[in-house]
């Protein structure tokens, strides 16, 4: 897959060539860009930003910069990904979806925004969606974009050492996932569950599906809530 974003601060993006990213770089399962968006101004402060039409507070991010570093940067096949508090809510499924990509381009805007004929003009010749990561407002699309690359990439052939982690992950079956033990069987006077213990495979997935359950309840009754009604069985249900 190949990634490019676009932002007025590159080096915030650094940690995007670290740890597992920087794994899945150096063995070519992703290529990753960062563009300093200011390569496409002309003047002499490199002005990225006017004040807003209608007036009111801040700034806004200029048509012009923004239109020729996309013209320059998106390929003919990009999907173009520009994170915004006001955008749709950045989901699993959302991850899964921008993991079959083969060009994921980010425009991390700043200020109050990006003109939004940049959107509706980038929308003329390829697919443009408006993303938040959480119902609160960062300084900038930096850190959103982070977020969004490693939720990507983790789904991405070869980049998991074990994909079944990716499988059994929180929100795969519309759950959140159950706690996790390791050993010593007693820490601070704190068993391991017995049932995670006594080899019954069977007994453990049930065990496992009912924490779930009951960690959704209590966390995210929203979660539960949205569940197709036939993904839960009459032991769930009584749960
Ligand atoms: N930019 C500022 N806040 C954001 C958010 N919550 N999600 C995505 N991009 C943002």
């Known amino acids: 897959m190949r990634i490019d974003v676009v932002t007025i601060f590159p080096e915030y993006l650094a940690p995007l060539r670290t740890a597992l990213l920087g794994k899945a770089i150096e063995r070519g399962l992703l290529d990753i860009a960062v563009h300093d968006l200011r390569d496409w101004t002309y003047d002499v402060h490199r002005a ?3 004040s807003p039409y209608g007036g009111g507070p801040g700034m806004v991010m200029k048509p012009q910069v923004w239109g020729e570093a996309l013209d320059a940067v998106c390929p003919s096949d990009a999907r173009l990904i520009v994170p915004t508090p006001a955008g749709r809510p950045f989901t699993q499924r959302m991850a899964h979806e921008f993991a079959a990509e083969r060009s994921l381009v980010f425009a991390c805007g700043r200020y109050e925004g990006i003109d939004q004929r940049v959107i509706a003009d980038a929308e003329r010749r390829m697919r443009v969606d408006e993303v938040s ?4 407002v960062l300084v900038g699309g930096e850190v959103a974009v982070l ?3 490693e939720a990507v990439a983790r789904l991405l052939p070869g ?3 074990n994909p079944v982690s990716a499988e059994q992950d929180s929100f795969s079956d519309g759950l959140l996932e159950g706690p ?4 010593p069987e007693v820490w601070r006077e704190l068993p391991v569950p017995d049932v995670l213990r006594s080899g019954n495979h069977a007994a453990v997935d049930r065990w496992r599906r009912d924490r779930a359950l009951e960690r959704t309840y209590r966390r995210r009754p929203d979660l539960l809530a949205a569940l197709p009604t036939d993904t839960l069985d009459k032991h769930d249900r009584a749960v």
């Open 48 to 50: 990225v930003d006017d």
């Open 147 to 149: 977020t969004m690359v």
């Open 180 to 183: 996790s033990y390791t050993r």
């Open 133 to 136: 990561i959480g119902d609160y």
């Open 159 to 161: 980049v998991l050492g």
